[in-house]
């Protein structure tokens, strides 16, 4: 036997075949005793290991520098040239398509969509692609005004001016500025285009100021059927207001003409509070103040209420804070390298860039430890209030500046938007919401990180918006849920967003219905289920003109060039629109 091992092993042929010579001989040699049976039966286990070890080392040799290299995560092969990826903000959309046009002009523009047209070929109008919900995304094309961004007229006696709807909002702002004139409201960021701003009913806050879309006096419509039409208040009205606010499926905006106001400045005045004050002053805060927000922090009794207003020469508050930025923060930071030392290592906890990160910055890296632990979320909620007790206080700016607002890092959201009665008699179910919804989240245990924003504005005649309504004095409040996207792991990812879409669907079921409460469109998610789907597509027939708005799609865009698979199922065609084509 040891002879035969001898020469096995000093065969020239690779490992794996010495080791099968070497299994055949052990298994056809003479018996032994048991001793010795027990010896070979643990020799051949010893030999099946080495054997393929050294196989694998052979036929996988490492390189010689293996020892000094890094592990790297595997990265996917590079796209083709030709397929662009393109995502919403939060990557919680994303598509490839090998067609994303990209016109400079207004006969461009009007020579792709008739291409399509013809050729019944998809091209989504994509705006910013920032929809939480990808609206404007389409795997099979799409078309972006980016390069469709030139102020044409200003009219500063009139307040008005007329761009290029692939203008973004910033960049708007900014021309308007050596005019001396602003938009009247803002959303919380200016990244958007205008063309999508306004064809998702997006909005501001303030009672007496109505969704963005209703700032539109002319548009410049081009549809893939009619070609380029021209909609104003007194050229086909219904038309108009139907396309303000049409979620890009009447067709593309090209230019638009927006009312504006005069450049100003606000002072802003944040301070806690907490619900029964906040009932106690309601009515009187939403009839006094120019803007008004709430923010409401889950599992505590905060409130923070942030006021703008033009400046008073008869009120001039103290700007002065009790604490600075940094104290503010402390609180926040303490949390975060307490945590550290029960989630992580304490070497972690000395990290020199944790004294740079903002308050939403840390707040994400609070998460990102353990996302969907109650008890961490409450006390991540618990020191967000604490921050925001440390920040009251007076701020004044130019309206652009002191309306934005820090949403935080990538998240999901779902934000409704209800009746709150009128200016002069406010119903005060937009706190009776709230209050349910707080309950909601303590009793189901839900993992809720804070802020919950509570909005309002004043009523939209666009019939499409969720704020549409025929009486002047109605306003409406809007309600956003969240949960942050604090990391990039996948499998963290798809737990939170499992989770999230629990914590909607609880809302959805128990506050919805009882108060008429309807999803913002860039926000809207479509169900899987195609029960859920149909109570969905039946729900909405019944606050919107769906019939309206898909007839004036068959007559504008009959081959559905603009569509895509969220819109169709949304707003499935019936038989008899069909045929009224």
């Not at 799409?142 to 008005?160: E, F, G, I, R, S």
């Not at 798809?494 to 809302?507: A, G, L, Q």
């Not at 009882?514 to 789907?533: F, N, Q, R, T």
């Amino acid at each position: 036997m040891r002879h035969l091992l001898s020469r096995l092993l000093r065969r020239g042929s690779s490992p794996s075949h010495r080791y099968l010579h070497l299994v055949r001989a052990l298994s056809t040699s003479s018996p032994l005793p048991a001793s010795d049976a027990d010896l070979r039966k643990y020799a051949g286990y010893t030999l099946l290991l080495l054997g393929c070890g050294a196989a694998t080392y052979y036929s996988f040799p490492l390189p010689p520098d293996a020892l000094h290299k890094k592990a790297v995560p595997f990265k996917y092969a590079p796209l083709p040239e030709d397929l662009h990826a393109v995502s919403n903000w939060s990557a919680t959309h994303e598509v490839h398509t090998r067609v994303l046009l990209q016109p400079d002009s207004l006969p461009a523009l009007q020579d792709a969509l008739a291409t399509a047209h013809k050729e019944r070929r998809k091209l989504r109008p994509l705006g910013s692609g920032l929809s939480p919900n990808g609206l404007a995304l389409s795997r099979t094309g799409m078309v972006n005004l980016a390069l469709m961004d030139k102020v044409l007229d200003v009219d500063t006696k009139k307040k008005t001016v007329t761009v290029q709807a692939g203008i973004r909002v910033a960049e708007l702002v900014d021309a308007l500025r050596e005019h001396g004139l602003t938009l009247q409201n803002f959303a919380s960021i200016q990244e958007q285009q205008v063309g999508g701003i306004i064809q998702v009913g997006a909005h501001g806050t303030g009672a007496r100021l109505p969704p963005i879309d209703e700032q539109v006096i002319t548009m410049k419509l081009v549809t893939p059927a009619k070609g380029t039409i021209e909609l104003s208040r007194e050229k086909d009205p219904d038309l108009f207001y139907l396309a303000r606010c049409g979620l890009g499926g009447l067709g593309v905006v090209a230019e638009v003409t927006l009312q504006c106001a005069e450049r100003h400045q606000l002072i802003e005045h944040t301070f806690v509070s907490n619900a029964d004050e906040v009932k106690k002053n309601h009515k009187k805060w939403l009839s006094e103040n120019k803007h008004i927000k709430y923010l409401w922090i889950p599992y505590t009794n905060i409130v923070v209420v942030v006021q703008c207003n033009p400046p008073s020469r008869w009120r001039t508050p103290k700007f002065t804070s009790k604490y600075g930025k940094d104290e503010a923060i402390q609180h926040v930071r303490d949390l975060y390298h307490e945590s550290l030392k029960k989630y992580r290592t304490k070497a972690e906890s000395n990290d020199p860039e944790i004294e740079q990160l903002s308050f939403t910055e840390l707040r994400d890296r609070l998460l990102a430890l353990d996302p969907l632990d109650k008890d961490h979320v409450i006390r991540i909620n618990k020191a967000e209030a604490e921050y925001w007790k440390k920040s009251e206080g007076y701020r004044m700016g130019w309206s652009d500046e002191i309306l934005g607002f820090d949403c935080g890092g990538q998240q999901w959201v779902s934000e409704t938007c209800f009746p709150a009665g009128t200016l002069a008699k406010p119903n005060i179910k937009d706190l009776d919401y709230m209050d349910e919804l707080l309950q909601l989240i303590e009793k189901e245990d839900i993992p809720a990180p804070a802020p919950i924003e509570q909005r309002w504005t004043a009523r939209s005649r666009s019939p499409m918006s969720p704020a549409s309504s025929s009486q002047e004095d109605d306003i409406f409040s809007w309600v956003g849920i969240i949960m942050y996207l604090p990391t990039s792991d996948a499998r963290q990812r798809k737990e939170i967003t499992e989770e999230f879409f629990n914590y909607r669907s609880m809302t959805q079921t128990n506050l919805w219905d009882g108060y008429s409460a309807y999803e913002h469109w860039a926000k809207i998610e479509v169900p899987k289920d195609k029960d859920e789907l149909a109570e969905l597509q039946a729900r909405l027939r019944k606050r919107f003109p769906v019939d309206a708005y898909n007839k004036a799609r068959m007559e504008l865009d009959p081959n559905k060039v603009l569509s895509n698979a969220k819109l169709e199922k949304l707003f499935p065609v019936t038989e008899a629109v069909q045929h009224a084509k």
